[in-house]
């Protein structure tokens, strides 16, 4: 429909089925409630029961008091809210309860009064014959009658005596009757509004004897006035919107009518999409019930259009009741977006303020126009319009251009909610392949609001490869390639798609009509379709033309690349028999595709000679920009070989090439590289300046996916140099960027870095809350990987902070994720960290499984790092289980599995757990040189972390061997913690007792007295407490077993004192209060030689430690107990605390004391 001075819209609707006419004959129906049959009334009878009651008992109580001061009620609620429906079922509620009572209703509109108060009672007395006989009189008689000013109280009076007459007559045995008028506040003003006539009506009202009970329905106030007769006049009952759950009773009640199942979650969904586009409205329910049975978008969009014509009046009428400020804040509402504050309109209308427009707002409010809720974070409110149909009523009688392009722009809040994302998508295709662009579009955007759109490099690359290809076509679609290009660069891919729809040419002109096809519903996110697309392409294409098989192969391969790698890399198999006759160019590209294929399967040796030969193949065609890309794939080959010297050398010439030719995105590239290769090199500062510089550049080339993936290298570089503040401001850097271009992996790589650059700084609450951002965006944004990562991540700093179980709970769910994906990589590396946290919480047998099944995904993937890392998990559980020989073989065929493919720091942690396995093997030779090759390996690679963990394996292995040197690696590790203050090293100062074992067996006492002195302000600045455990001890004593009771006696001798000075020399909260007693107790444990125990009583001299003079006791006590034949003779005559010490380093039993009760029982029977 049209209205006058409207242009008519610019789309033709389709015609109606004849079932969807009957439909909308039905909605007038809707509209007569009191004609209404009561069965149909009580079907759809949808809630309302508390209002219901409260009628009901108003009614009871007027019964009860009659005739008298009877209860009368009015009814409100906005126009639409069931007011009407509501009468009709109080009225059959009443004569189901009370026959008897007379239930008279006025006709809803009321045009027979005009002006003179007593017209009212003239009709109620009609009302009140007709109910006895049955007649039309209140329709025949009650007209309208022209009024007159004079004798208006008698002509009151009047009225009044022939309703008591009337009310005689319809109520012989008494009683009461009740009686409806609707709209009573437009019929005040009609017939009351002077203030006399008024006042009339409420002393008629509140009569004493009066019989008759006013029920009024009313949208605005009648008796909230404190200043009018009316004030409080009746009881209120106030009609609120349905809700959500009250809407879809509704709508399963009509359906259960008309015979119809209950509504399934699907279409509850959509009924709850429509409760919110109808604001609750439970006559706008009863209209849009049909909208629940269609799935075309256009159809919903017609049945609204069909109802703002039924409603045209009453919308209007809404419009027209309000006054002119209310109506232009309505209009700048509606047309400048909703919701919106009243700040924001305030500004939006040109007032001085919110303060100015406030008492309109109210007034809009007062008649629900608008409803306002809390906005978030503030305590403003946001308001909107909630009945969307008047909104879509509003925008076609504005003449809205956006309405007249699509129906459908006018109710997008409604399509919103109503279509799933999945329904959106289909829908856009759908209408694109209609070749209706605009309704293709709008579902298009709807499908991706919300969700930024992750790097693709189907998308990132298109263009790129679409004008490289048009160099070996004749492509012709009526608009130039560089035209076309600008289309698919731009936002209107739809366009293309269209001039390519139809296209009939064949080869490779043929095959890049598909591939613009496919990019095009690419872009509307059809992937599936894309592909579809392409296959077909690829079926026609001729087998000889092997150019055209070569575009659509490749862009097959990148399109599945932008889903899963791997699909993508078997894709390119196909690959292989091609190339006999295609130009130097494809072929070098299609070398570079193969060369790819082989690093993604893991396949480097067959990467780098395939990148090698694309190379060659670039420089001989001139394609520079072909060379820079083969470079990069070399550079990658080489990095994945282990050959990083050469990666670093190529990543070089690339960067130089790309610069010469003026390529500053394959610039930055190759800068990025640069500093990842440096990165691994431990060349961290050189690094830094490679980051820099990829940063400047991919800002210059406008690149900013590539600034991203820079931003994140400078993270992790910074980082690595523990300068974790920089790292954290870079990651955050990268995040922010990567936000503001849509890139969400590029957005959940910057979290998760941030995530680990505050774990660093041990702010671990902060970095276990950061993960989980970035995991939620992960999961927003359909980045799986990123999705695991970040919920690995999340389970390392769950497990930081001690919080095991919620960490093994991530570590399970990101490998369970992992195998729902077939992402074995993945579900290896989620498994690996599994099985650690399994160990942290000793559960070493599924530890053990955990790390088994992690090699086997690992073998999968192809991956021999994470293979390495879970054979290393996999021997530290088999030793925490004390099956030392398979924890030895595990770690062994983890080093050999390392060595052979040059990785250098998981050799390092596999060498030193294989020391660690040696060592509980008691083969301490070998441990050493394992610990000692550990370390190397560990300095080499310039790895801090590792190498102090190695060193305090070699310290370890040092207390069961001589090693002169182990004073000089405990002074490196002393040198690398002041260095690098990473919370993950081995800490020195709780090995600081081992060092002193190492140094006794090896009698390096003069080097650790040189130590103590140079490495003076280390030793006296350590803020945890340097302990010397019972260990230590034993160690001494092992050495007098080994060596005699001389080199014993000398270890002891010279270990104490030094001890004793070094304590004294750390500060309070370092010390070890109990050191002696600790180191004693081991010692008294450990060694059986009376004689031995006496000579080192003797070193117990006063000023060593408090417990000196106990340390001696108990040393000489022992010596008697061990020299004696029955140990229980001394031990009877000892203090009782020291037998009970002596007897458990012995372990020997308390011989079974005599009872006091026994003794008892011995003198009851001498009696």
Same mark, same amino acid.
């Given at each position: 429909?049209?209205?006058?001075?409207?242009?008519?819209?610019?789309?033709?609707?389709?015609?109606?089925?004849?079932?969807?006419?009957?439909?909308?004959?039905?909605?007038?129906?809707?509209?007569?409630?009191?004609?209404?049959?009561?069965?149909?009334?009580?079907?759809?009878?949808?809630?309302?029961?508390?209002?219901?009651?409260?009628?009901?008992?108003?009614?009871?109580?007027?019964?009860?008091?009659?005739?008298?001061?009877?209860?009368?009620?009015?009814?409100?609620?906005?126009?639409?809210?069931?007011?009407?429906?509501?009468?009709?079922?109080?009225?059959?509620?009443?004569?189901?309860?009370?026959?008897?009572?007379?239930?008279?209703?006025?006709?809803?509109?009321?045009?027979?009064?005009?002006?003179?108060?007593?017209?009212?009672?003239?009709?109620?007395?009609?009302?009140?014959?007709?109910?006895?006989?049955?007649?039309?009189?209140?329709?025949?008689?009650?007209?309208?009658?022209?009024?007159?000013?004079?004798?208006?109280?008698?002509?009151?009076?009047?009225?009044?005596?022939?309703?008591?007459?009337?009310?005689?007559?319809?109520?012989?045995?008494?009683?009461?009757?009740?009686?409806?008028?609707?709209?009573?506040?437009?019929?005040?003003?009609?017939?009351?509004?002077?203030?006399?006539?008024?006042?009339?009506?409420?002393?008629?009202?509140?009569?004493?004897?009066?019989?008759?009970?006013?029920?009024?329905?009313?949208?605005?106030?009648?008796?909230?006035?404190?200043?009018?007769?009316?004030?409080?006049?009746?009881?209120?009952?106030?009609?609120?919107?349905?809700?959500?759950?009250?809407?879809?009773?509704?709508?399963?009640?009509?359906?259960?009518?008309?015979?119809?199942?209950?509504?399934?979650?699907?279409?509850?969904?959509?009924?709850?999409?429509?409760?919110?586009?109808?604001?609750?409205?439970?006559?706008?329910?009863?209209?849009?019930?049909?909208?629940?049975?269609?799935?075309?978008?256009?159809?919903?969009?017609?049945?609204?259009?069909?109802?703002?014509?039924?409603?045209?009046?009453?919308?209007?009428?809404?419009?027209?009741?309000?006054?002119?400020?209310?109506?232009?804040?309505?209009?700048?509402?509606?047309?400048?977006?909703?919701?919106?504050?009243?700040?924001?309109?305030?500004?939006?209308?040109?007032?001085?303020?919110?303060?100015?427009?406030?008492?309109?707002?109210?007034?809009?409010?007062?008649?629900?126009?608008?409803?306002?809720?809390?906005?978030?974070?503030?305590?403003?409110?946001?308001?909107?319009?909630?009945?969307?149909?008047?909104?879509?009523?509003?925008?076609?009688?504005?003449?809205?251009?956006?309405?007249?392009?699509?129906?459908?722009?006018?109710?997008?809040?409604?399509?919103?909610?109503?279509?799933?994302?999945?329904?959106?998508?289909?829908?856009?295709?759908?209408?694109?392949?209609?070749?209706?662009?605009?309704?293709?579009?709008?579902?298009?955007?709807?499908?991706?609001?919300?969700?930024?759109?992750?790097?693709?490099?189907?998308?990132?690359?298109?263009?790129?490869?679409?004008?490289?290809?048009?160099?070996?076509?004749?492509?012709?679609?009526?608009?130039?390639?560089?035209?076309?290009?600008?289309?698919?660069?731009?936002?209107?891919?739809?366009?293309?798609?269209?001039?390519?729809?139809?296209?009939?040419?064949?080869?490779?002109?043929?095959?890049?009509?598909?591939?613009?096809?496919?990019?095009?519903?690419?872009?509307?996110?059809?992937?599936?379709?894309?592909?579809?697309?392409?296959?077909?392409?690829?079926?026609?294409?001729?087998?000889?033309?092997?150019?055209?098989?070569?575009?659509?192969?490749?862009?097959?391969?990148?399109?599945?690349?932008?889903?899963?790698?791997?699909?993508?890399?078997?894709?390119?198999? &196909? =690959?292989?028999? @091609? %190339?006999?006759?295609?130009?130097?160019?494809?072929? /070098?590209? *299609?070398?570079?595709? $193969? #060369?790819? !294929?082989?690093?993604?399967?893991?396949?480097?040796?067959?990467?780098?000679?395939?990148?090698?030969?694309?190379?060659?193949?670039?420089?001989?065609?001139?394609?520079?920009?072909?060379?820079?890309?083969?470079?990069?794939?070399?550079?990658? &080959? =080489?990095?994945? @070989? %282990?050959?990083?010297?050469?990666?670093?050398?190529? /990543?070089? *010439?690339?960067?130089? $090439? #790309?610069? !010469?030719?003026?390529?500053?995105?394959?610039?930055?590239?190759?800068?990025?590289?640069?500093?990842?290769?440096?990165?691994?090199?431990?060349?961290?500062?050189?690094?830094?300046?490679?980051?820099?510089?990829?940063?400047?550049?991919?800002?210059?080339?406008?690149?900013?996916?590539?600034?991203?993936?820079?931003?994140?290298?400078?993270?992790?570089?910074?980082?690595?140099?523990? !300068?974790?503040?920089?790292?954290?401001?870079?990651?955050?850097?990268?995040?922010?960027?990567?936000?503001?271009?849509?890139?969400?992996?590029?957005?959940?790589?910057?979290?998760?870095?941030?995530?680990?650059?505050?774990?660093?700084?041990?702010?671990?609450?902060?970095?276990?809350?950061?993960?989980?951002?970035?995991?939620?965006?992960?999961?927003?944004?359909?980045?799986?990987?990123?999705?695991?990562?970040?919920?690995?991540?999340?389970?390392?700093?769950?497990?930081?902070?001690?919080?095991?179980?919620?960490?093994?709970?991530?570590?399970?769910?990101?490998?369970?994720?992992?195998?729902?994906?077939?992402?074995?990589?993945?579900?290896?590396?989620?498994?690996?960290?599994?099985?650690?946290?399994?160990?942290?919480?000793?559960?070493?047998?599924?530890?053990?499984?955990?790390?088994?099944?992690?090699?086997?995904?690992?073998?999968?993937?192809?991956?021999?790092?994470?293979?390495?890392?879970?054979?290393?998990?996999?021997?530290?559980?088999?030793?925490?289980?004390?099956?030392?020989?398979?924890?030895?073989?595990?770690?062994?065929?983890?080093?050999?599995?390392?060595?052979?493919?040059?990785?250098?720091?998981?050799?390092?942690?596999?060498?030193?757990?294989?020391?660690?396995?040696?060592?509980?093997?008691?083969?301490?030779?070998?441990?050493?040189?394992?610990?000692?090759?550990?370390?190397?390996?560990?300095?080499?690679?310039?790895?801090?972390?590792?190498?102090?963990?190695?060193?305090?394996?070699?310290?370890?292995?040092?207390?069961?061997?001589?090693?002169?040197?182990?004073?000089?690696?405990?002074?490196?590790?002393?040198?690398?913690?002041?260095?690098?203050?990473?919370?993950?090293?081995?800490?020195?100062?709780?090995?600081?007792?081992?060092?002193?074992?190492?140094?006794?067996?090896?009698?390096?006492?003069?080097?650790?007295?040189?130590?103590?002195?140079?490495?003076?302000?280390?030793?006296?600045?350590?803020?945890?407490?340097?302990?010397?455990?019972?260990?230590?001890?034993?160690?001494?004593?092992?050495?007098?077993?080994?060596?005699?009771?001389?080199?014993?006696?000398?270890?002891?001798?010279?270990?104490?004192?030094?001890?004793?000075?070094?304590?004294?020399?750390?500060?309070?909260?370092?010390?070890?209060?109990?050191?002696?007693?600790?180191?004693?107790?081991?010692?008294?444990?450990?060694?059986?030689?009376?004689?031995?125990?006496?000579?080192?009583?003797?070193?117990?001299?006063?000023?060593?430690?408090?417990?000196?003079?106990?340390?001696?006791?108990?040393?000489?006590?022992?010596?008697?107990?061990?020299?004696?034949?029955?140990?229980?003779?001394?031990?009877?005559?000892?203090?009782?605390?020291?037998?009970?010490?002596?007897?458990?380093?012995?372990?020997?039993?308390?011989?079974?004391?005599?009872?006091?009760?026994?003794?008892?029982?011995?003198?009851?029977?001498?009696?």
């Amino acid at each position: 429909m049209t209205y006058d001075n409207e242009p008519t819209p610019h789309y033709s609707k389709p015609m109606l089925p004849s079932d969807r006419k009957e439909r909308h004959r039905r909605i007038v129906r809707t509209f007569m409630t009191q004609d209404m049959a009561d069965d149909d009334i009580l079907s759809l009878a949808t809630g309302r029961e508390p209002e219901l009651a409260r009628i009901m008992n108003a009614v009871e109580r007027s019964m009860r008091v009659a005739p008298g001061t009877l209860q009368h009620l009015v009814l409100y609620g906005n126009r639409g809210f069931g007011k009407s429906f509501t009468t009709r079922r109080v009225q059959i509620a009443v004569a189901e309860r009370w026959p008897d009572i007379p239930f008279l209703m006025l006709p809803e509109e009321q045009h027979s009064m005009q002006r003179d108060p007593h017209s009212l009672l003239d009709t109620i007395a009609l009302k009140l014959s007709d109910s006895r006989s049955g007649a039309d009189s209140a329709y025949d008689e009650g007209h309208f009658r022209w009024p007159t000013a004079k004798d208006s109280a008698k002509r009151w009076d009047a009225s009044e005596s022939e309703v008591e007459r009337a009310l005689d007559l319809a109520l012989p045995g008494g009683g009461i009757a009740v009686l409806v008028v609707e709209n009573f506040d437009i019929l005040l003003r009609k017939l009351f509004h002077e203030d006399l006539d008024e006042q009339r009506l409420r002393r008629w009202l509140d009569r004493k004897s009066n019989r008759l009970m006013l029920f009024a329905t009313a949208t605005g106030t009648v008796d909230m006035d404190y200043d009018r007769p009316l004030f409080h006049a009746f009881e209120t009952v106030r009609l609120e919107p349905w809700s959500g759950d009250e809407c879809i009773a509704y709508f399963n009640r009509l359906r259960s009518r008309d015979g119809l199942v209950p509504l399934g979650p699907e279409r509850e969904a959509k009924a709850r999409a429509v409760a919110d586009f109808i604001g609750g409205t439970p006559r706008l329910a009863q209209l849009l019930g049909d909208v629940l049975e269609t799935e075309d978008a256009l159809e919903v969009a017609e049945i609204m259009t069909a109802l703002t014509d039924r409603l045209a009046d009453y919308y209007r009428r809404r419009i027209e009741d309000l006054p002119p400020l209310s109506i232009g804040l309505l209009d700048a509402i509606i047309r400048g977006g909703e919701p919106v504050s009243q700040t924001e309109l305030a500004a939006r209308v040109g007032a001085g303020g919110q303060s100015d427009i406030a008492r309109v707002m109210s007034e809009l409010q007062r008649a629900d126009i608008v409803r306002g809720r809390p906005a978030p974070n503030t305590r403003e409110k946001l308001y909107r319009v909630p009945d969307r149909v008047f909104v879509h009523y509003y925008r076609l009688r504005q003449g809205s251009r956006a309405a007249q392009d699509t129906p459908l722009t006018t109710i997008l809040d409604f399509l919103r909610s109503f279509y799933s994302r999945a329904e959106r998508r289909l829908q856009s295709l759908t209408h694109l392949e209609a070749g209706r662009i605009r309704e293709a579009r709008l579902f298009s955007d709807l499908a991706r609001e919300g969700e930024p759109r992750s790097t693709d490099k189907f998308m990132e690359n298109f263009v790129k490869d679409f004008k490289f290809y048009l160099g070996f076509a004749s492509w012709r679609v009526g608009i130039s390639a560089e035209e076309v290009a600008a289309l698919l660069e731009g936002s209107n891919p739809e366009e293309a798609y269209l001039l390519c729809q139809n296209e009939t040419q064949r080869g490779a002109a043929g095959a890049i009509s598909a591939m613009v096809r496919a990019h095009a519903v690419h872009r509307f996110d059809h992937p599936g379709k894309a592909k579809e697309i392409l296959e077909s392409a690829l079926t026609c294409a001729e087998e000889e033309d092997e150019i055209a098989r070569f575009i659509l192969i490749d862009q097959m391969c990148t399109l599945a690349a932008s889903r899963s790698h791997l699909d993508a890399a078997q894709m390119a198999n &196909a =690959l292989e028999d @091609l %190339g006999a006759n295609l130009p130097i160019p494809m072929e /070098a590209k *299609r070398l570079r595709r $193969l #060369a790819w !294929r082989s690093s993604i399967l893991g396949h480097h040796t067959k990467a780098l000679e395939a990148a090698t030969l694309a190379v060659a193949r670039a420089i001989e065609a001139g394609d520079s920009l072909g060379e820079i890309e083969g470079l990069r794939l070399k550079m990658f &080959a =080489l990095r994945s @070989l %282990g050959r990083l010297m050469e990666a670093l050398e190529v /990543a070089c *010439r690339s960067a130089d $090439l #790309a610069a !010469r030719e003026g390529d500053a995105r394959g610039e930055a590239a190759s800068l990025r590289f640069q500093a990842g290769l440096l990165d691994d090199l431990g060349q961290y500062d050189r690094a830094l300046v490679a980051t820099s510089r990829a940063v400047e550049r991919a800002a210059k080339a406008g690149d900013a996916f590539e600034e991203v993936k820079s931003l994140h290298i400078r993270a992790i570089t910074l980082g690595n140099l523990k !300068r974790h503040e920089e790292a954290l401001e870079a990651a955050y850097r990268a995040a922010e960027r990567a936000a503001e271009v849509s890139n969400a992996n590029g957005e959940v790589i910057g979290l998760r870095l941030q995530s680990f650059a505050l774990s660093n700084l041990g702010r671990h609450e902060e970095a276990l809350e950061t993960s989980a951002r970035a995991a939620e965006r992960a999961i927003e944004a359909g980045e799986t990987r990123e999705e695991l990562v970040s919920l690995r991540l999340r389970a390392l700093t769950l497990g930081d902070l001690g919080r095991y179980e919620e960490a093994l709970a991530a570590a399970s769910r990101a490998a369970e994720r992992a195998a729902e994906l077939g992402e074995a990589l993945e579900e290896a590396l989620s498994l690996r960290l599994k099985s650690l946290t399994l160990d942290d919480l000793e559960r070493h047998e599924e530890a053990l499984e955990a790390a088994s099944q992690g090699v086997e995904r690992a073998l999968e993937a192809g991956d021999t790092e994470v293979e390495v890392a879970n054979l290393r998990y996999r021997a530290i559980s088999l030793g925490r289980l004390e099956r030392y020989e398979e924890a030895l073989e595990a770690a062994t065929q983890a080093v050999n599995r390392a060595s052979l493919t040059g990785q250098i720091r998981e050799e390092s942690n596999s060498v030193r757990f294989k020391a660690q396995t040696l060592g509980k093997l008691g083969r301490h030779r070998e441990a050493w040189i394992d610990a000692k090759r550990s370390a190397d390996l560990a300095r080499s690679a310039n790895d801090a972390y590792s190498l102090s963990w190695s060193i305090l394996q070699c310290v370890i292995t040092a207390t069961h061997i001589e090693r002169p040197d182990v004073v000089s690696l405990f002074d490196e590790w002393l040198r690398l913690q002041q260095a690098n203050k990473s919370p993950n090293l081995a800490k020195a100062e709780l090995e600081v007792g081992t060092l002193f074992a190492a140094v006794a067996r090896a009698g390096e006492w003069e080097a650790l007295d040189q130590l103590i002195e140079e490495q003076a302000a280390a030793l006296t600045s350590f803020e945890t407490t340097v302990w010397f455990h019972r260990s230590v001890g034993e160690d001494i004593a092992k050495i007098s077993f080994e060596k005699g009771r001389a080199e014993g006696y000398e270890a002891m001798a010279s270990a104490l004192p030094r001890i004793a000075a070094l304590v004294k020399r750390l500060p309070d909260i370092a010390r070890d209060p109990t050191w002696l007693p600790d180191i004693i107790t081991g010692f008294a444990e450990a060694c059986r030689d009376p004689g031995l125990l006496r000579d080192v009583a003797t070193l117990m001299a006063p000023d060593i430690a408090p417990q000196a003079a106990e340390s001696a006791r108990l040393l000489y006590s022992l010596a008697k107990v061990d020299e004696a034949e029955d140990p229980e003779t001394p031990l009877a005559r000892m203090d009782p605390d020291v037998a009970t010490v002596i007897r458990r380093l012995r372990g020997l039993t308390d011989p079974e004391p005599v009872s006091s009760g026994r003794k008892r029982i011995r003198k009851k029977r001498g009696r």
